[in-house]
């Protein structure tokens, strides 16, 4: 879910990493399923390879953009800092709001380290808040067919290289798991090393090893894990992400109709201006998604306050 304006400035590079890897199966719908008649003994089901399993969930993510859009939620992100030995040397979290103003999400910040904001870090907020608002209010409708063109675009450039991922990888079904009441494939992928990539997002590709976790029944993915085995760079060498990092994300299923991000979880060194190492731990947390009705209407806040 990319958001226009994220309010953490210091995470801007952490989550354009999880825009390129962790983020690229953002949210899938499930399949619908039959259940048999209670006298019938269930049909065998013909055993589908990995790379099918994989080639689906991808598909599944690419056409699941029209209702991942339809839903506001609160995302929390705690960041920490830590020493070369693991001690965490600082802790910072923000809870923002995620909400749709005139067709696009926008980014409110609610919390900082868990405490309501300041009176004035608040008014700021709000200040910011009804002054987009207000500029998307005004907006021509020229002008507003624009800006949702080119949010949609930066969409489909940020998930196309998804459909990049079967060819990425040899897949193998290395086991099966109950992950929250849901039989699961568990998949293991290795870089090919004849993978080339078309899209520049997916030179990412063959530097990280995923492990997925697929439902047996919707073949949607439940669970994902991903260890980068090879430096990773961006931002013409200024931010350097190192072999070690790991990331973690799981989904779930919201109003039986579309998946969700639930948790996200990164852990990485990475070297800044090939000067500054730093170690981080991200931890993000999704929770109260509601669908959005596009007939709502969109109040300032100062108008909610009366």
């Known amino acids: 879910m990319t958001m226009e304006e994220p309010s953490n400035r210091n995470l801007a590079a952490t989550v354009s990493f999880a825009a390129t890897f962790f ?15 209670k006298s019938a003994a269930p049909a065998p089901r013909a055993q589908i390879s990995a790379a099918e399993l994989v080639r689906s969930a991808m598909n599944h993510d690419i056409s699941n953009w029209e209702k991942e859009k339809n839903y506001t939620f609160v995302q929390r992100i705690e960041q920490r800092e830590l020493d070369s030995d693991g001690t965490i ?8 709001e995620i909400i749709f103003l005139y067709g696009q999400p926008y980014a409110h910040l609610m919390k900082r380290n868990d405490q309501p904001l300041s009176d004035s870090e608040a008014r700021k907020v709000e200040n910011k808040l009804n002054e987009t608002m207000e500029k998307r209010a005004h907006e021509s409708a020229a002008e507003r067919q624009k800006r949702l063109a080119d949010f949609d675009r930066r969409h489909h450039e940020e998930h ?3 459909l990049e991922v079967p060819e990425a990888y040899d897949f193998r079904i ?6 929250n009441g849901r039989s699961a494939y568990v998949l293991l992928g290795e870089p090919r090393q004849d993978f080339r990539p078309r899209l520049n997002a997916a030179r990412v590709l063959p530097k990280l090893r995923p492990k997925l976790w697929i439902d047996k029944n919707s073949f949607q993915w439940l669970k994902l894990e991903a260890d980068v085995i090879d430096t990773i760079t961006w931002g013409g060498f200024l931010v350097r992400l190192h072999p070690g990092s790991h990331i973690g994300l799981e ?3 919201v109003n039986d109709e579309v998946w969700l991000p639930l948790h996200v979880h990164i852990s990485f060194d990475a070297r800044v201006a090939l000067i500054k190492a730093i170690r981080l731990d991200v931890d993000a947390r999704f929770s109260d998604y509601k669908k959005f009705r596009a007939d709502s209407k969109i109040i300032s806040v100062e108008e909610a306050q009366h």
Do not use: Y
């Open 160 to 162: 196309s290289f998804l």
């Open 89 to 96: 040397k600082s802790t910072k979290s923000e809870t923002e």
């Open 174 to 179: 290395i086991g099966e798991e109950t992950l």
């Open 23 to 37: 983020f690229l199966f953002a949210v899938t719908e499930a399949l619908a399923q039959v259940s048999p008649a």
């Open 251 to 253: 989904q779930t299923l």
